[in-house]
Every structure is written in structure tokens, then in C-alpha cells.
């Protein structure tokens, strides 16, 4: 019986597993860097502004599973049915779902589809908000664990297990010239490339055998309070952030913007739900007039133009929540090639 592996060079299998298949897996994931470059044995790809998301496929059961392993198949039950009816192995992928704005990938658009977890409702948001699956690696096919092959293995294995149609799309790539995709990226307002080491493993953690290379300042936040809205505002005025460093929640400055009315009064239900008599932060100095703490269990993607010395926000901007553990949640800090 033929398999995808059949197309593996002799000397690549050596790296080939046999186990059973899993049923969750930690992604791998990519250190932040300023060091661009160009390089023959690194690929390049477009760094997509959606939500990270892994398939399992076995017979005809096809799941999806977040990040931090929720279930997603009811949230994208369009991207379930394209993948059960695509390709006859068993296999487990890795790619990141987006919704479109035009030509660019769309987070706070997304977003509309995120917090959905009924399958009808889906279905109807999916008429208003379409979603699409870009899968750029390999971990598992056909009774083997493929992650200790390389990525440009990897990579030819993936391109051949499907058909590649709607809403499945297969996330292609440039060779060596880095430095030039990133200013193409930035050119089209895209959020950045990830730069692949061609010859690296799949490894379940952040690795410097993947790199990012941002066109704008964003990451992830932890919610520890919310000050009360002034004027005509719905819900809250701003909500507090922070990251951890050495176990302890740091206070990282206020975002007002970028929150419309309906987003102002479902976060504010959620955030009242968390409400603590005290702050969680680590720091000394913070704002006290009209504020409410809450627990540090929401996370919020914000864009800003810089951080200050005391790696404060300047000028942020609030983008959507995430579905991340607060713990993990610190400052990303600049990576070097190895």
C-alpha cells in the first residue's frame, strides 16, 4: 500500500519515529528578532495575523486545536469538513487560521469568529466572515512522527498530502533573500516573515531555527484592571497590562484604543466576572483613581510605536484578546541567528 513517505530520500529516513498518533501537540514557535538576513539554507514566509491551529486527522475524524490544545472544530466547522474530505492518510499539520480584510490577514476580523463555539452559529458567521487555513508544516504521518525530519522534508511531504483547495491553502515561501521579503511585507502592511531554517526538526518549544522579523510593534498583554469610562463610553475607559518577568506581573501602561461599543460592553461582562480587591501587579506605583482590578487571566494583542525605558506603552492600541495562559505572557525580547 502506497503512503506520502514513499517519496522520502533513502537517507531521510533514518529520521522517521514509529508511534501512534497523537492527539495533541505543543506547536513549535519563533524568536523575535532584528537581525535580518539572507541565506541560502533558510526558507521565508509571510507571517499570517490569525490564529495559530493544529489538525489531527485519523480516518475520517478530523479535529482542530488551539495553541493551548482547546477545541476549534466547532469554532471552524467549514475547515473540518475541507480536511475530511481531502486526502486519504492520517495526519497531524500545523498552520494559523486567518480572515481577510481585503489583501491582508485580519485579526480584529477574526475575532468575530473566534468566540463563537456552536457550530450553526459559525456556519451563519461564516457567510459575513470567511475563514481560511494556511498549513505550513508537517508532524505526523501514517504511523510516523515526522518532526525529526528536516523542514525541507517536511515541507515537500505537506505540498503532497493534499489537494489544496478552498479554504485550505498551503503557505508557500521564499528562498534566501530575507532582507528583500521583509521590506515586501512591509510594503503591503503585512505583520512580518518568519524565517525557517531549512536543515532544523520540528521541535515542540520556541526556537531560534525560526525567527521573526516584524514590520510592526505588537504582542500580547495580560488584563490586570480596567478604569470606569468617562463621558458617553460604554463599559470601561481603559484596560491595564502587564507581563510577567521572574514569576512577577509587571505593569506595562493603559490602552484606551481601538475597542468599539459592542467589544466595550462584552469585555467589560468578562472583566467583572475577574474583579479582585486588589492588584495583582508586582509594581509599587499605579494608578489607583477609578480603577478595578481583576484576576490576570485575559490576554490582549496590542499594537504600539514603542516601549519606554521602564517598558512602558506608548501610544497602544487594543487589537483583540488571545487565547493564551496569562503565566507564559512576558516581554519578547530580541533573538541572534544560530
Known amino acids: 500500500m502506497s503512503t ?3 517519496q522520502l530520500d533513502e537517507s531521510a529516513r533514518h529520521a522517521l519515529r ?33 490564529e495559530r491551529c493544529l489538525a489531527f486527522r485519523s480516518g475520517r475524524t478530523v479535529s482542530l486545536k488551539s495553541r493551548y490544545d482547546e477545541d476549534l472544530s466547532e469554532t471552524y466547522p467549514e475547515l473540518v469538513e475541507a480536511l475530511q474530505g481531502d486526502g486519504g492518510s492520517n495526519w497531524v499539520v500545523d498552520g494559523e487560521v486567518v480572515a481577510f480584510k481585503g489583501r491582508v490577514t485580519s485579526f480584529e476580523r477574526l475575532q468575530q469568529r473566534m468566540k463563537i463555539r456552536d457550530r450553526d452559529a459559525a456556519r451563519q ?25 528536516a523542514l525541507r522534508d517536511r515541507k515537500r511531504l505537506l505540498k503532497n498530502l493534499l489537494t489544496w483547495k478552498n479554504p485550505i491553502r498551503y503557505c508557500t515561501h521564499r528562498r534566501e533573500q530575507g532582507e528583500r521579503y521583509h521590506r515586501v511585507a512591509c510594503e503591503r502592511h503585512w505583520e512580518g516573515v518568519i524565517a525557517k531554517s531549512l536543515d532544523s526538526g520540528y521541535v515542540h518549544s520556541r526556537s531560534r531555527n525560526w525567527l521573526k522579523f516584524k514590520c510592526t510593534n505588537r504582542q500580547e498583554f495580560v488584563i490586570g484592571g480596567f478604569t470606569d469610562p468617562k463621558g458617553s463610553r460604554l463599559g470601561f475607559g481603559a484596560l491595564l497590562l502587564g507581563y510577567y518577568e521572574n514569576g512577577d506581573l509587571r505593569y506595562a501602561g493603559m490602552v ?30 499605579l494608578p489607583s483613581k477609578g480603577v478595578h482590578w481583576v484576576k490576570p487571566k485575559l ?19 487594543f487589537l483583540g484578546l488571545r487565547r ?7 516581554l519578547e525580547h530580541d533573538g541572534s541567528r544560530s
Not at 493564551?324 to 512576558?330: I, L
Open 256 to 285: 484606551g484604543a481601538g475597542f468599539d461599543d459592542e467589544t466595550l460592553e462584552e469585555l467589560h461582562g468578562r472583566l467583572k466576572g475577574l474583579e479582585a480587591r486588589k492588584p495583582s501587579y508586582a509594581d509599587r506605583e
Open 299 to 317: 490576554v490582549a494583542e496590542v499594537a504600539y510605536t514603542e516601549l519606554t525605558r521602564k517598558n512602558r506603552l506608548r501610544h497602544p492600541r
Open 324 to 330: 493564551k495562559k496569562a503565566r507564559t505572557v512576558g
Open 4 to 6: 506520502p513517505l514513499d
Open 18 to 50: 514509529r508511534r501512534k498518533q497523537p492527539q495533541t501537540a505543543s506547536p513549535m514557535l519563533a524568536t523575535l528578532t532584528h537581525d535580518y538576513f539572507s541565506d541560502p539554507d533558510w526558507i521565508f514566509e509571510r507571517k499570517l495575523d490569525g
Open 125 to 149: 458567521a461564516a457567510k459575513s466572515t470567511a475563514v481560511y487555513y494556511y498549513l505550513f508544516d508537517l508532524l505526523y504521518v501514517d504511523g510516523y512522527d515526522v518532526t525529526g525530519l
